[in-house]
C-alpha cells in the first residue's frame, strides 16, 4: 500500500517552544492531508484538514493560532505546535489519500505518528 | 452526527480462536468503512476498506462484512494468533464529509 512517513516518531519541547511535525506522501499525491490528535487509551480525533495551496480547516474547538498548518505541496504538510504547553502532550497522526483514482472511496493511509511530550 | 461504537472494548483469547469484532455506527449515509490496526505507540495500518456498495472484503486470515442499512460492520479474525495482539479500529466516511469518524477501538491480546 501507499505511504505515509511522519517526522519525528517522538519529540521532547520545554513549554513555551514551539514544534514542527511534518507528514509526507511518499510514493503518492495528496492534495488533502488529515491531523489526528490521540489521548491515551482513547480513539482518534480529527483536529483539521489541510489542503494544499488554501487554508486549512479545523474542527470546532481547535485553536487555529495553537495548531498552525501548512501544505505547501501536494506531497507535504506540516503541523506545529506554537508555544507548547504540557497539556499539548498527546500522540499526534497524520492521514492521506491518494487524489488518483479521483473520488471519495478512495482508501486512507497513516502515518506511524509522533509523540509530544512538552516538559 | 456520526457515532461509531465498537464492541468490546477488549478481549482476550487463547491462540488459535476464530473471533468477531463488532462496529456500528449511527448514520448509514456513508463512502465507505476501514478496519485498521494500531500497535501500541504506533500509527495506524489499514486492514480491510469496504465500499458502500459492498457486502464484504477478505484478506487472508480477516474477512470484514458490512450492513449499511443496520449501520454494523463485523471483522472477523480466523486462527488468532498472538501476532494479532493490537488494537482494532473501524472508521467510516461520512456522505458529504471528508473526514473518517472513529470508533474507539477493540484491544484484542492473543495468548500463546
Known amino acids: 500500500g501507499a505511504v505515509v512517513s511522519q517526522h519525528p516518531s517522538w519529540v521532547i519541547c520545554k513549554s513555551g517552544t514551539s514544534v514542527k511535525i511534518e507528514c509526507r506522501s511518499l510514493?503518492?499525491?495528496?492534495?488533502?492531508m488529515f491531523w489526528y490528535r490521540q489521548f491515551p487509551k482513547q480513539s482518534l480525533m480529527l483536529m483539521a484538514t489541510?489542503?494544499?495551496?488554501?487554508?486549512?480547516?479545523?474542527e470546532q474547538g481547535v485553536e487555529k493560532d495553537k495548531f498552525l498548518i501548512n501544505h505547501a505541496s501536494l506531497t507535504l504538510s506540516t503541523l506545529t505546535v506554537t508555544s507548547a504547553h504540557p497539556e499539548d502532550s498527546s500522540f499526534y497522526i497524520c492521514?492521506?489519500?491518494?487524489?488518483?483514482?479521483?473520488?471519495?472511496?478512495?482508501?486512507?493511509?497513516f502515518g506511524q505518528g509522533t509523540r509530544l511530550t512538552v516538559v | 452526527k456520526q457515532e461509531v461504537t465498537q464492541i468490546p472494548a477488549a478481549l482476550s483469547v487463547p491462540e488459535g480462536e476464530n473471533l468477531v469484532l463488532n462496529c456500528s455506527f449511527t448514520?448509514?449515509?456513508?463512502?465507505?468503512l476501514q478496519w485498521f490496526r494500531q500497535d501500541p505507540g504506533k500509527g495506524l495500518t489499514s486492514l480491510l476498506l469496504i465500499q458502500s456498495s459492498q457486502r464484504e472484503q477478505t484478506s487472508g486470515r480477516l474477512n470484514a462484512s458490512l450492513d449499511k442499512s443496520s449501520g454494523r460492520s463485523t471483522l472477523y479474525i480466523a486462527a488468532s494468533q498472538p501476532g494479532d495482539s493490537a488494537t482494532y479500529l473501524c472508521a467510516v466516511r461520512r456522505i458529504n464529509f471528508n473526514k473518517f469518524y472513529f470508533g474507539s477501538g477493540t484491544k484484542l491480546n492473543v495468548k500463546p
Open positions: 510514493d503518492f499525491q495528496a492534495t488533502t
Open positions: 448514520d448509514s449515509a456513508i463512502y465507505n
Open positions: 492521514s492521506a489519500r491518494d487524489q488518483a483514482p479521483r473520488g471519495p472511496n478512495t482508501e486512507a493511509f
Open positions: 489541510s489542503n494544499e495551496g488554501s487554508k486549512a480547516t479545523y
